[in-house]
């Protein structure tokens, strides 16, 4: 049964570094193809993909966020660790990690969602 | 970078209507493209992928057609648990993008 769970703070304040963690069981990243991305949704609107690592420890990140973010890996710890830095009240939303199906860029498992608040 | 949009934003329906939601990509995707349901709270669930091909355990009511730049998301006979957001997104090049999303409340 794949799984995947969200960890972080909820409030942060503006300029602060943000430090998520994406907990799953199920399957390994160090398996050939697996994939594991953070998307983010700010209150009411849409979906964002933000970044992803691939079982090979490639890294992708979203053009417009790609200088705040880091993406890494804990693969003993089934671990994927998402940082971003200078939070601004903008940044507030529900931040999601997701698996990605093998061979395709579809999100076939998801965390349940962690809300972070940026505020003074 | 490839844009989705959905039509319409949101459509009120009534247990047993059959609702039509269409996502259109700003260049060609083939068939790349999945759509998700998300109800208030909870994270998003795949529907279908492929633009037709349905995930394991969802209803045989929901469909997925389409190619290229135009695609519909179908239910046909919508039930009480169908009440939620629908996304679309385009799973051709990369960055991953979703479409904006439809609510379908009730009437």
């Known amino acids: 049964q794949v799984t995947l769970k969200e960890s972080g703070p909820a409030l942060v304040k503006p300029t602060q570094t943000l430090t998520l963690t994406c907990t799953f069981s199920g399957f390994s990243l160090s398996t050939s193809g697996m994939r594991v991305n953070w998307i983010r949704q700010p209150p009411g609107k849409a979906l964002e993909w933000l970044a992803r690592i691939d079982w090979d420890d490639d890294k992708f990140y979203s053009t417009s966020l790609k200088t705040r973010l880091t993406i890494s890996k804990d693969t003993s710890k089934n671990q994927v660790v998402l940082t971003m830095t200078n939070m601004d009240p903008v940044d507030t939303a529900t931040y999601y990690c997701a698996r990605m199906i093998v061979g395709a860029t579809i999100f076939d498992y998801w965390g349940q969602g962690t809300l972070v608040t940026v505020s003074s | 970078d490839i844009q989705m949009t959905q039509s319409p934003s949101s459509v009120s329906a009534s247990v047993g209507d059959r609702v039509t939601i269409t996502c259109r990509a700003s260049?060609?995707?083939?068939?790349?493209l999945a759509w998700y349901q998300q109800k208030p709270g909870k994270a998003p669930k795949l529907l279908i992928y492929a633009a037709s091909s349905l995930q394991s355990g969802v209803p045989s009511r929901f469909s997925g057609s389409g190619s290229g730049t135009d695609f519909t998301l179908t239910i046909s006979s919508l039930q009480p648990e169908d009440f939620a957001t629908y996304y679309c997104?385009?799973?051709?090049?990369?960055?991953?993008?979703f479409g904006p999303g439809t609510k379908v409340d009730i009437k």
């Open positions: 997104q385009q799973a051709s090049s990369f960055p991953p993008a």
């Open positions: 260049q060609g995707i083939s068939t790349w």
